[in-house]
């Protein structure tokens, strides 16, 4: 155009600097603050990521602690907002539930309006991450009817989860270790991940300047589609309703057909063009978390990795390197946790809320930063001759 580039998508438009987190797309590499994701996720716990994410630095123990017991004090919502959740129908999905409570979450901290403030910014950060488990596992118990446990904090950030999720007043919630360091896994695979549509939504929300919970909010709006985070929930009905190894060439050939609009979830990335290095965790920890909980033939995961295997020798899929994403496993893992299914994606705004406030933070502070403006190509009509209303055919 002269002006500006059209680029529907943004496939070709860098629209920040960032230093948090790196992706080398043709290479299948991820890494947060220079370090490998395969190394975070096998040594770390998500906590010392968020601190990562948010400082720049892996913390030291002493660190480490100081940072848990910040995190700590704040898992608890302020208990207006439990009268906020009775406003929902029963059967509202979880995400809807949490879009309206991170965003309301804006009408109870004023002094995160004060943006300019670098107290504030680490103070709402630190808020967001610590009630995110509450806020998720409290979507869940209003769908069930259950009270809503509130969060303890002698727990570590994934046990707590587990914890508020499917502890009740009169049963303790024995927490698997092996399943809560699953779940840990899961969070930090699932941390940051540069500019994605979510995190460049909070981002654009953000640069107006308004306030960080009701960004949040707008990420969990974008994260919720069946393109982005809504892809978990969507692998798993796809697998269902697969249902068997034999069908699996009639799904294959559908997603190949571009007269259908079916496309294989959980496969396919903008970025990647090779495995998606948190889809190979994943995998791994998927069959981890199988075998403690004694399940061997789990038909679904059967169908997945049939799914993959005719998928990467299939010519369609290798032309256009379509692998599976982080997407593909995570689902058949929180299934076999007893979580179901519409709070799959809640799991992953959970886990996101760090690298979106981290992203939200590094932007407020960049020197460069400018109100999110794009521009676009106007197609409509130039110019009309104004017709009055009794004039009009
Ligand atoms: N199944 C079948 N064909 C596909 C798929 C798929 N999953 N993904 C892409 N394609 C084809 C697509 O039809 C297109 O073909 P052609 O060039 O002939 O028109 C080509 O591959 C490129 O696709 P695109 O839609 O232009 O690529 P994109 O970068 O805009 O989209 C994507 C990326 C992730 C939205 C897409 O691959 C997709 O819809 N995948 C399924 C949903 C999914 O798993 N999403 C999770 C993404 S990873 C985690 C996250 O972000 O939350």
Redesign the pocket.
């Known amino acids: 155009t002269g002006l500006f580039t059209y680029d529907p998508?943004f496939?070709s438009t860098g629209s920040c600097e960032s230093k948090i987190t790196y992706i080398d797309g043709d290479a299948g590499v991820l890494r947060h603050r220079g370090y490998a994701i395969e190394d975070l996720a096998e040594n770390c716990d998500f906590l010392e990521v968020a601190h990562l994410l948010l400082r720049g630095e892996l913390p030291n123990a002493a660190e480490r602690d100081t940072f848990e017991s910040t995190i700590t004090h704040h898992t608890m919502v302020h208990e207006q907002l439990t009268r906020f959740y009775q406003g929902f129908r029963r059967d509202a999905h979880p995400m809807a539930i949490m879009c309206g409570v991170v965003g309301a979450l804006s009408a109870f901290y004023h002094d995160s309006l004060d943006i300019n403030d670098p107290h504030h910014r680490m103070v709402s950060q630190h808020r967001l991450i610590a009630k995110m488990p509450t806020i998720a596992a409290w979507a869940y118990k209003y769908s069930t009817g259950q009270p809503f446990m509130y969060p303890k904090n002698n727990l570590s950030y994934a046990e707590n989860f587990l914890h508020m999720m499917f502890a009740t007043p009169c049963d303790e919630y024995k927490v698997n270790p092996v399943l809560a360091k699953a779940m840990d896994r899961i969070l930090i695979l699932h941390a940051d991940?540069e500019q994605?549509?979510s995190t460049s939504t909070v981002r654009l929300a953000g640069s107006s300047g308004a306030n960080p919970f009701a960004c949040i909010a707008a990420g969990i709006a974008s994260?919720w589609g069946?393109?982005?985070?809504?892809?978990?929930e969507?692998?798993l009905k796809m697998l269902s309703e697969i249902g068997h190894k034999d069908r699996i060439p009639e799904f294959i050939k559908r997603?190949?057909d571009?007269n259908d609009s079916?496309?294989?979830?959980?496969?396919?990335?903008?970025v990647y063009k090779n495995y998606?290095p948190r889809a190979k965790i994943m995998s791994q920890t998927c069959k981890e978390v199988l075998d403690e909980l004694g399940v061997h033939d789990e038909p679904l995961l059967q169908i997945a990795m049939e799914l993959e295997r005719i998928a990467l020798e299939d010519e369609?899929?290798v032309e256009?390197k379509?692998y599976p994403?982080?997407?593909?496993y995570s689902g058949i893992i929180f299934r076999a946790m007893g979580i179901p299914v519409s709070m799959f994606t809640c799991l992953?705004a959970l886990a996101r809320t760090t690298g979106w406030i981290a992203q939200w933070g590094e932007m407020i502070e960049d020197p460069h930063q400018k109100i999110g403006r794009p521009r676009q190509l106007f197609t409509g009509v130039a110019e009309r001759k104004f017709v009055a209303l009794a004039d009009r055919p």
Do not use: E, I
């Open positions: 998508g496939t991940h994605n549509a994260l069946p393109a982005h985070g809504g892809a978990n969507a692998v997603a190949k571009k079916f496309r294989l979830m959980g496969f396919g990335h903008r998606d369609y899929f256009k379509l994403n982080v997407d593909f992953f």
